[in-house]
Structure formats: C-alpha cells, structure tokens
C-alpha cells in the first residue's frame, strides 16, 4: 500500500475481551514498531520487528499483551482480557532499512483508538 | 521514555516570539527525529538530523543536532498561532534501530 495502514480505526470493547490490532506496514519496509500514545503525551514504545523476528518487547506492559509479525509483513498486537486501562491510541510505524544511514525515513499509521467500557 | 527528555513540557509564548525546545538522550543517538502533533491527531514529520553538527530549517523552525551532547534543541522564529501543538522529538538508538520519545512538550502561542 502507499502508507502504513492500521485497523480497526475505532474499537469500543468490554473489560475481559481479548483485542486484535493490525499493522500493515508499507510494502518492503524491514522494520516495524508498535507504540501506545494516551492524549497529550508521546508515544511509549512497545515492541519491534526487524523482518520477522521480534527485535525488543521491553515496552510490552505486562504478559496480556503480545506482538507478533510472522512473514515480516503485516503484524498484529493483541491485548488480550482488556482492562480500562488498557484504553490509548495504538501506533504502528515502518522504517525501509536497517541501521543508521539506509531508509530511515519512518511512516506512522493513523493509529487504533483502543476504548475498553 | 527514560531514555528521551524533553523540555519543557509545556510552553506558552506571545505570538511573534521566539522560542526552543530540548531533547536530550542518555544513550548514544544514531538518528533524531521531529514531530509535530494535533491534539487527539496524527504525526506530522518534521525533519531528521543524523550527523553531528548538522542543521535543517523548514520555514521558521530549525532544529539542530549536538550529537556529543547527545541532545537536540528545536528553534522557532517569531512563533504564529499555526505553530500551536505538541512537538515530539524521537531517536534511533542502540545501532540505529530502536525508535524512541519524549513525552513531549506543548506549546500554545498566545495573540
């Protein structure tokens, strides 16, 4: 695709349910991060991918949460028994290359509003 | 993060004056970002530095790298209500692949 594309834009969901939240970073881009933003602060980071392997997930709040990138395209974060607290924007973003001087130049999705009632 | 300071953290200025912002990191930097966010919305790119020394402006903001110092500073020149938001620096640190941020700092420009 021509951008990074993340869905769903808007989930409301029920404390205890599991969420899925897709990236689909643009096409040929090697790495791919995941952060959680809540309003008026930067984005924290996650996790990241290079290709498919899971590069760091220190930022990983606690074990509900999880990522996951198997053909080291499009990658999924899942919460799984969602609790309010849970409630952020979820950020996607993609970088071309590796390492310090080869396509690093990094793309944001819109991002997933995440609201758990 | 712990890894990414920004100050201040929030800033008001009247419009027309100048104003900077800081990041500084405690790990090596290999790459700098700046962003520029609406409130509730997406990023917007505002430019990258990468090497030591190095300085870009896009309109009346100039941002420069002391890659030594391992900090940035954000410059705007004669500020206008459209500058209003928040700024977010990021970096790539440990071997240029980890993507971090501040919490960032928001300004809000004053008529």
């Known amino acids: 695709g021509a951008g990074v594309s993340q869905s769903p834009r808007y989930k409301v969901t029920k404390r205890g349910q599991d969420v899925a939240l897709r990236c689909d970073p643009i096409?040929?881009?090697?790495?791919l991060y995941w952060y959680r933003q809540a309003l008026g602060q930067g984005p924290e980071f996650l996790t990241y991918f290079n290709y498919e392997a899971q590069q760091d997930k220190s930022g990983l709040p606690n074990d509900r949460f999880s990522a996951e990138r198997p053909e080291g395209s499009i990658s999924t974060l899942t919460i799984q028994r969602t609790e309010q607290r849970d409630s952020a924007m979820y950020r996607c973003a993609s970088r071309q290359g590796l390492g310090r001087t080869s396509g690093n130049t990094i793309y944001f999705g819109e991002g997933s509003w995440l609201t758990v009632v | 993060s712990q890894e990414l300071e920004q100050s201040p953290q929030s800033l008001i200025v009247q419009e027309g004056k100048n104003l900077t912002i800081n990041c500084t990191s405690s790990?090596?930097?290999?790459?700098l970002y700046w962003y520029k966010q609406k409130y509730g919305e997406g990023l917007i790119f505002l430019m990258m530095l990468q090497k030591g020394g190095e300085e870009k402006s896009h309109e009346k903001i100039t941002a420069k790298l002391d890659e030594k110092k391992q900090q940035s500073s954000l410059h705007i020149t004669a500020s206008q209500p459209s500058h209003a938001g928040i700024y977010l620096c990021g970096a790539l640190i440990q071997g240029a692949q980890k993507l971090v941020f501040g919490q960032g700092t928001r300004l809000t420009i004053n008529p």
């Open positions: 096409s040929g881009h090697v790495s």
């Open positions: 790990k090596t930097l290999y790459g």
